[in-house]
């Protein structure tokens, strides 16, 4: 029996809702699968913590986080507290502090009705970004300086280390092998004449050690513009912390919008746990309507799995999301359904169990 300890972090807004959807969908996977078992322990920190504490978490909230096998994270921010706040004192003290340092992801068109690309299908967009997730314009390295008078000036650091970079790009490079699929690294030298000439640098001297492996490296902007006009071109994506941010979110854009999306916060050496969040926000605006979707926090579920070594399952509840929206009877508003948040997450537990008599 393997025993997964995992700490629940619903947070702001939405959060709560579609994490105990999540949360369902691994309960009936541990009815269904007597080898796995799940623990949960719930963490009340975010925004309302906030107005309340002054803080987003408890000030030992990280070693409180240290023994679990994965975190699974609802969504952070809500009116009345700043977004750096709510970004840097919970969910990147949290990637920081586990060295969360690669960021997962997948950009999957589902069913072509969702992409407002015309003419591309599902076998055009389907392709995983590994996002640096714990340097360059997030190390929040820079300076404030003449404050409030004419000459004032800031200065943003973006941080590249040779550790940070190569680590990532390795990953990339070890994902493109074991899937035997083609890498392109996203960069913008021309412009960043330091940290991007280094990055395309160590790109090229890692790519090396993995001749098998077919490479490309863009630009940006016109990896922005083939995101949308050839998505095809793309099977594995390496890039930096905020063009990734920016990139993911173009591919959230191409496959139906943020309430599909998912990502992973991994530290790939496994010393700390990793974080599976729906990458939506908290949408504060429909909190509490129980009509959010819940199939981004679902799909952070099928990573998680996968993190377990539990591929097989991982895969299930992909196909099973897929399944879901293919069929369109059961789906929140967002998607043309009428069907509320709990509703899908009982159907999809509902789907698993009647296809699974293979386990």
């Known amino acids: 029996m393997k025993e997964w300890k995992i700490a629940l972090v619903p947070g702001d807004g939405i959060g709560p809702e579609v994490v105990a959807e999540g949360v369902k969908v691994l309960q009936a996977i541990e009815k269904l699968d007597d080898t796995l078992s ?12 906030y107005l309340e504490h002054q803080k987003m978490m408890a000030d030992d909230g990280i070693e409180q986080l240290e023994n679990f096998d994965a975190i699974y994270l609802g969504a952070v921010g809500y009116p009345g507290v700043p977004d750096h706040i709510s970004l840097w004192d919970l969910l990147l003290k949290i990637r920081k502090g586990f060295d969360q340092y690669v960021n997962l992801r997948p950009v999957r068109l589902l069913n072509e009705e969702l992409t407002p690309i015309k003419s591309k299908s599902e076998k055009d967009i389907d392709f995983l970004v590994i996002r640096e997730n714990s340097e360059g314009e997030y190390a929040g390295a820079g300076d404030w300086l003449f404050k409030g008078k004419k000459e004032e000036v800031v200065l943003q650091t973006g941080v590249f280390s040779r550790k940070g970079t190569e680590r990532i790009i390795r990953y990339a490079f ?6 035997q699929k083609s890498l392109t690294s996203i960069s913008k030298a021309n412009a960043l004449n330091y940290s991007m000439v ?18 490309e490296s863009y630009l940006v902007d016109a990896a922005s513009m083939f995101f949308v006009m050839q998505p095809e071109r793309f099977e ?15 591919g959230a854009a191409i496959t139906g919008g943020m309430g599909l999306a998912t990502g992973a916060n991994v530290n790939p050496e496994r010393d700390y746990p990793s974080m599976f969040e729906p990458v939506h926000g908290s949408a504060p605006d429909i909190a509490g309507r129980g009509i959010a979707n819940p199939i981004a926090a679902i799909w952070s ?26 069929e369109k009877k059961v789906l929140t508003p967002d998607l043309g359904g009428k069907h509320s948040t709990s509703e899908v997450g009982d159907y999809f537990v509902e789907k698993i169990a009647g296809k699974l008599h293979h386990k």
């Open 174 to 179: 070890e994902e493109a092998r074991k899937q």
């Open 198 to 215: 280094f990055w395309d640098e160590v790109f090229e001297e890692v790519g090396k050690e993995y001749p098998d492996v077919k490479t």
């Open 236 to 250: 594995i994506v390496v890039t930096s912390n905020l063009f990734g941010d920016i990139l993911t979110d173009i």
């Open 38 to 49: 799940f623990e949960f322990e719930r963490f009340p920190w975010g925004c309302e913590y």
């Open 301 to 326: 579920v099928a990573q998680m799995l996968e993190h377990f070594g539990e591929e097989e399952w991982g895969s299930i509840v992909v196909d099973t999301i897929k399944e879901i929206i293919d």
